[in-house]
């Protein structure tokens, strides 16, 4: 690997627009590293990635985002192996029509769409740290309108369904690009929440009731490829363009304005204080030199 070849971390990389990001970071010239559910699909998605791009740098490794132990190990893993990351692309996300938890006993889509954002970020925020422009691109959506932060219930334990499910946690997204932007001690570390539009892929058929399923399949209809659905994604990841335009909200590879859910500023810093606290974490920023 040159030396001057940028790193980047996809999660969720190996089908419709985290691999088409992976693939897009990858043909810009940087190391892409993909985290998947199993070895099995990080492999397969290296291999689909390479039978388009032979020359490709990819490292596929297995990680169930929504278990925090495993997203703690992986972490470990890649900062073993590189003392430098200068992009995290958190664009992992899942639609479940019924409640259900991890075995760690966190609401499996809280904890695959929020809370991995934030572990996964603290996780690497020291090799972020190594890079003169590194960036936190958090895969967002406009649903984010209809979200709502329920701080006293996040996984909606009382009264779940997959609609409010998906609002809050792409509100989240949102809510955590902004005070990660706030709160950060490196100016160098930039965020991005981004929407992708809509984009044909099978996420409203993995894990959804036959009504969910059907819905999708009509609505995603007219949504663009995963190829075309990336681009935010990507440009806000390596585009020499934006570095230090943090804490904004994108679509089209421009800025776009945040629905009225995203102006509560109780609804920002809890969510930031309760995140932390079921994650356990004490420095998010790892500012602690001497303890
Ligand atoms: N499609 C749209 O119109 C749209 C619009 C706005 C925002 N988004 C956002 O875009 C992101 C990507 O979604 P997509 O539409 O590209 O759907 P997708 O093809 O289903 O991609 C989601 C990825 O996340 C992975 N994933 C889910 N749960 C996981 C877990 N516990 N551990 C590891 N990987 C896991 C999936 O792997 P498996 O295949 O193993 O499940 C898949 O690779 C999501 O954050 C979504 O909310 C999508």
Same mark, same amino acid.
């Given at each position: 690997m040159s030396t001057q070849q940028k790193i980047f971390v996809v999660s969720g990389a190996n089908s419709g627009l985290g691999l088409e990001t992976s693939r897009q970071i990858a043909a810009a010239g940087n190391h892409v590293i993909l985290l998947c559910r199993t070895q099995e699909k990080a492999d397969r998605a290296v291999e689909e990635i !390479?039978? +388009?791009?032979?020359?490709a740098n990819l490292t596929g490794h297995a990680c169930d985002m929504s278990l925090m132990e495993e997203i703690?190990?992986?972490?470990? $893993?890649i900062l073993e192996a590189h003392q430098r990351i200068d992009g =995290?692309?958190? *664009?992992?996300?899942?639609? !479940?029509?019924?409640?259900?938890?991890? #075995? /760690?006993? =966190? /609401?499996?889509?809280?904890?695959? *769409?929020h809370l991995s954002y934030v572990l996964l970020t603290h996780c690497l925020y020291?090799?972020?740290r190594q890079s003169g422009d590194s960036r936190v691109v958090n895969v967002a959506s406009n649903a984010h309108s209809y979200g709502k932060i329920n701080l006293e219930d996040p996984g909606y334990k009382k009264g779940?369904?997959? !609609?409010?499910? *998906?609002?809050?946690?792409?509100?989240?997204?949102?809510?955590? +690009? /902004?005070?990660?932007?706030? #709160?950060r001690p490196d100016r160098q570390i930039s965020s991005y929440a981004i929407s992708p539009g809509l984009v044909k892929t099978d996420i409203g058929l993995k894990r959804t009731n036959w009504l969910h399923s059907l819905?999708?399949?009509?609505?995603?209809?007219k949504g663009q490829t995963p190829a075309e659905g990336a681009r935010t994604s990507v440009f806000c990841a390596i585009d020499?363009?934006?570095a230090n335009q943090s804490g904004l909200y994108w679509e089209n590879c421009k800025p776009k304005e945040t629905f009225k859910s995203a102006k509560n500023d109780a609804w920002r810093t809890g969510l930031w204080e309760m995140s932390n606290e079921l994650l356990g974490i004490d420095d998010y920023f790892?500012? $602690?030199v001497n303890d």
């Open positions: !390479l039978r +388009t791009n032979p020359g703690r190990d992986a972490s470990a $893993k =995290i692309v958190n *664009n992992v996300g899942t639609w !479940l029509s019924d409640y259900t938890e991890t #075995r /760690e006993g =966190i /609401e499996t889509v809280f904890a695959t *769409n020291p090799a972020l779940y369904h997959g !609609l409010k499910s *998906n609002g809050q946690s792409k509100l989240a997204n949102v809510y955590f +690009t /902004e005070e990660f932007h706030n #709160r819905a999708w399949k009509f609505r995603r209809r020499p363009a934006v790892h500012e $602690k």
